[in-house]
């Protein structure tokens, strides 16, 4: 075998090795890429239940904490219907309809409390609990005592008492609404954060594809025309 031939042939099997080499590193390339491709699918979806979760558990809190707040606002409305009102009759359906929203107000709370709160909702609910255990108690006396005739002693309890201690509970059930609020935004807000950063992994990765693709194509026909 002459020199030329030698060189010609060694030519040939490096060309051969430099290409082998190329692909199995463009295979590599791929297959890294694939498996990024589809941890970042992954990531997104846990984020997007996560989310979605988040979501579902703030808009459960502010139904429920609505709920508290209409019931404990029309108990008081329904005790100072029954102060101008002296039918027997309209007094006992307006004493029914304040103990249905004690009924809504209790299952509203409980729904809220069997929920997964953070310490500051704890807290708040928990201030808002013990102002209820007082004042509940106070404007069913009320009630009672318009139900018996003594309605100058029920309207010195109701507004020397049973209101203050009704505008505190309202008070702490705002609190609970605009934390609850304010985390709500704080909750999207990360959601918005962490959809920003993926796109970009995923426009990045896109990128480096689409270059290591082009790359290969103008390697692969470089080669061959040599």
């Known amino acids: ?3 030329p031939e030698v060189k010609s042939g060694l030519f ?15 295979a590599i390339l791929m297959a890294s890429s694939i498996y990024l491709l589809y941890q970042g699918y992954v990531d997104v979806r846990a984020t997007h239940e996560t989310a979605t979760k988040l979501i579902e558990d703030q808009l ?3 139904s429920y904490i609505a709920a508290m707040y209409a019931s404990a606002r029309e108990r008081s ?10 039918d027997p009759f309209e007094l006992d359906d307006l004493d029914q309809a304040m103990a249905e929203q004690a009924r809504i107000f209790i299952i509203a709370r409980r729904n809220l409390t069997a929920m997964e709160l ?29 139900m018996e005739g003594g309605r100058d002693q029920a309207r010195q309890l109701l507004f020397d008492e049973a209101i203050p201690s009704q505008a505190k509970i309202l008070e702490a059930i705002d ?3 605009a934390y609850n609020e304010a985390n709500t935004i704080q909750t999207v807000s ?9 796109s970009q992994k995923f426009r990045l990765l896109g990128n480096i594809l689409l270059g290591a693709s082009a790359l290969f194509i103008l390697f692969t026909i470089h080669m061959s025309r040599r």
């Open 60 to 62: 459960s809190k502010r």
């Open 1 to 3: 075998m002459t020199q």
């Open 12 to 26: 040939r099997i490096s060309k051969g090795l430099l290409r082998n080499q190329v692909i199995i590193l463009f």
């Open 190 to 198: 990360s959601i918005d954060n962490d959809f920003i950063e993926t």
């Open 77 to 86: 409305i329904l005790l100072l219907q029954m102060m101008s009102e002296e």
């Open 175 to 177: 609190q609970f609404i």
């Open 118 to 146: 953070n310490a500051e909702e704890q807290d708040i609910l928990s201030r808002q609990n013990a102002l209820t255990a007082i004042n509940a108690p106070l404007q069913d006396h009320v009630a009672d005592l318009l």
